[in-house]
């Protein structure tokens, strides 16, 4: 039995954030999630009635998709509670299409939420047993920083990139986060401020990583015939990828080199687009390098260009292609699990809906997840109408 | 029972001074960190070998704590054909160098029990 065509077959009806940044300590993940949830769907014209697929992944919660049925009064025929790190909710979106593809359900709901920020030094972190004995933990690696940054060593070895390279990235998302009122952090960065930031597991300093907040996201997905009924433009799903090969660093086939260039090859394969198709790009920028390191396998540049690619402001507003437009998990938001936020802000660029960082004629928008340390990669790619 | 402990049988090797690894009867490559099955092959019959202990830095980066000295973090692939995490001693955390040549020893006393560390040895690669 082959596969169904999933081109253009199902579409994402809404989208929606919760409240963003720091919400204060008597709030919990569950009710991000669920925040988000409600404005999701109503931006779809739907309600939690009609949900019957749920799909979701908090850090430390194993049964999480329980949780957030309870919460939310979902009774669902069809569960995914795929647990891939960050990269799970773009897994959801692909696991999703193939569930209301073949009628295992109608309207999928995915939804995270996270207290990552207010919970630290409230004790509430999640911890347990380990899985598997660690042959990592003996010599103090600080993770995932550390893993981040091993690939980033071997990439400027190998290549010639350095942290100017480097800090370009996370001054093209602060770029971007300043025309988003959504953002955390918004006030001008330079280059040498990055460079001068401390050094926290060389080469990758407080300033090459991602934010810590709290917040919430959620997206309805449903079939392309059902979808042309509902209020918002539908945004198709055209050609999704998975890949992973590794889970401790240790274990990474080639550092410089993700799982990436096969999850991207499956997605252009399905969507029948290539990279210079592509009008905007939304990536899993947890650290400075994994922009430079994406963007290289999702084929926007050749491997061990990316440092030059990235040079000049190319992906900052103004550049040749726009980058992580909403500014990224660098600026805007990073609650533990970043990778529902890049397919929220796909979602919107298509629409034009993007408010001061809207780009003109966004009719193709690449989203790409990652999990664990440079482990779990999963691509996406978004349509309007008109690449149907 | 031993063949099914293989995270015992590891530590117990370690403690005796020896660093340990396994080699695959099936096709023959290097398992490391241990395990029951060939993650190349998929066979079950591993053997334990050590390992010579001389290997080249893959990759590294330098931690600096607040409170605390800086501490290297490597990659180390050993040359029977295994990667793994470590650490390099005896020399400045900054002088270590991607493509150096190291040896391992086994450090009795570490954090969790023994651990595998590295010393320099001699030229790195690509130095004539």
């Known amino acids: 039995m082959s596969l169904p065509d999933l081109r253009g077959a199902t579409a994402i009806v809404g989208v929606a954030e919760s409240d963003l940044g720091e919400v204060g300590p008597d709030r919990y993940a569950i009710e991000l999630a669920a925040q988000a949830a409600g404005a999701a769907l109503a931006e779809a014209g739907l309600n939690t009635r009609d949900v019957d697929g749920l799909f979701c992944a908090i850090a430390g919660r194993g049964m999480a998709p329980l949780d957030v049925a309870e919460y939310l009064g979902v009774r669902p025929r069809y569960t995914d509670g795929t647990m891939v790190g960050g990269s799970s909710f773009i897994s959801h979106l692909h696991h999703a299409a193939l569930a209301i593809t073949t009628g295992a359900c109608d309207v999928a709901l995915i939804v995270y939420g996270s207290t990552a920020r207010s919970d630290s030094g409230r004790g509430r972190l999640p911890s347990g047993p380990p899985e598997l004995p660690s042959y990592e933990a003996a010599y103090r690696p600080?993770?995932?920083?550390?893993?981040?940054?091993?690939a980033a060593a071997r990439h400027m070895h190998q290549y010639g990139t350095t942290r100017t390279h480097l800090a370009e990235v996370a001054v093209a998302a602060r770029r971007w986060a300043a025309l988003n009122p959504?953002?955390?952090?918004?006030?001008?960065?330079?280059?040498?401020?990055?460079?001068?930031?401390?050094?926290?597991?060389?080469p990758l300093s407080s300033l090459d990583c991602c934010l810590v907040t709290d917040g919430g996201g959620a997206v309805v997905v449903t079939s392309a015939e059902r979808a042309r009924d509902l209020p918002r433009p539908p945004v198709y799903l055209l050609g999704a990828g998975e890949a992973h090969w590794h889970r401790t660093i240790s274990q990474m086939p080639d550092l410089t080199v993700t799982a990436a260039t096969e999850s991207s090859t499956r997605a252009y394969a399905m969507a029948g687009v290539g990279p210079r198709d592509v009008d905007g790009v939304q990536l899993y920028d947890a650290f400075t390098i994994n922009t430079i390191l994406f963007l290289e396998d999702l084929g926007f540049c050749a491997k061990g260009e990316g440092g030059d690619f990235v040079s000049g402001g190319r992906i900052a507003p103004g550049g040749a292609l726009p980058v992580n437009t909403n500014g990224g998990g660098l600026s805007y938001c990073h609650p533990g699990m970043y990778g529902i936020f890049p397919l929220i802000e796909a979602t919107r660029q298509i629409r034009g809906e993007a408010g001061e960082r809207q780009q003109p004629g966004v009719s193709?928008?690449?989203?790409?997840?990652?999990?664990?340390q440079l482990s779990s990669q999963v691509t996406a790619i978004l349509g309007g109408q008109e690449t149907l | 029972m031993t063949g099914f402990a293989p995270h015992r049988e590891y530590t117990d090797r370690l403690g005796t001074g020896s660093v340990p690894y396994q080699t695959c009867d099936g096709c023959l490559s290097a398992v490391f960190p241990p395990r029951v099955i060939c993650p190349r092959c998929g066979a079950t019959e591993l053997r334990w070998s050590e390992s010579a202990g001389l290997g080249t830095v893959y990759s590294i980066s330098v931690i600096s704590p607040?409170?605390?000295?800086?501490?290297p973090v490597v990659l180390v692939d050993l040359d029977e054909g295994f990667r793994m995490m470590s650490t390099v001693v005896e020399i400045p955390a900054e002088d270590v160098r991607i493509g150096a040549r190291v040896r391992a020893r086994v450090d009795q006393d570490g954090p969790s029990g023994p651990r595998v560390v590295f010393a320099a040895e001699g030229r790195s690669e690509g130095e004539s």
């Open chain 2, 66 to 71: 607040r409170d605390a000295l800086p501490y």
């Open chain 1, 182 to 202: 959504k953002a955390f952090v918004r006030d001008p960065l330079t280059i040498d401020e990055v460079l001068a930031s401390r050094i926290v597991s060389s």
């Open chain 1, 364 to 372: 193709i928008a690449l989203t790409h997840g990652n999990g664990g």
């Open chain 1, 142 to 150: 600080r993770m995932p920083i550390t893993g981040y940054a091993l």
